[in-house]
């Protein structure tokens, strides 16, 4: 038991090691800002919250990313989330982060994410802005 217990905290050390927190602004048809917190080394959950400019155009979106390729000065990734508000339905985001500075803490981003509706409409939601990475613990 005793041994058990002491793998499963060493298994949550390391994911918490991995970890770190992540704000964006993403400008688009369907402006957003997005919150996320990196789990390991290629898993981004992220939470965002869009609207026009009235708050009762508010929608919120969750999706799930995975980083394919990550380099010093750029990330790619992919995903599967999904929008309720003013457009609901289900959005595969892809998209592309780029820290071109020498500390990489700050950063740009494009994305593409078809948002496929549940009420049989469509759309594809491109967008750019910035990103901000707070310091790993």
Do not use: C, W
């Not at 050390?13 to 770190?20: C, E, G, L």
């Not at 799930?64 to 992919?78: M, P, Q, T, V």
């Not at 592309?96 to 939601?125: T, V, W």
Request: glycine letters at 10%.
């Amino acid at each position: 038991m005793k041994k058990t217990l002491l793998i499963a905290l060493f298994g949550l050390f390391t994911i918490s090691a991995y970890s770190q927190t992540t704000v964006s602004f993403h400008q688009s048809n369907l402006p957003f800002i997005g919150v996320n917190y990196q789990f390991g080394e290629r898993f981004i959950p992220e939470f965002r919250i869009g609207t026009d400019q009235f708050f009762e155009d508010i929608s919120l979106e969750l999706a799930g990313n995975y980083i394919f390729k990550s380099e010093e000065r750029y990330e790619f990734y992919a995903g599967l989330g999904v929008r309720v508000g003013s457009f609901d339905g289900l959005v595969v985001p892809v998209g592309l982060n780029i820290y071109p500075f020498e500390q990489k803490d700050f950063g740009f981003h494009i994305e593409g994410a078809p948002i496929i509706g549940f009420n049989d409409n469509s759309l594809f939601r491109g967008s750019f802005g910035i990103r901000y990475r707070f310091a790993k613990n």
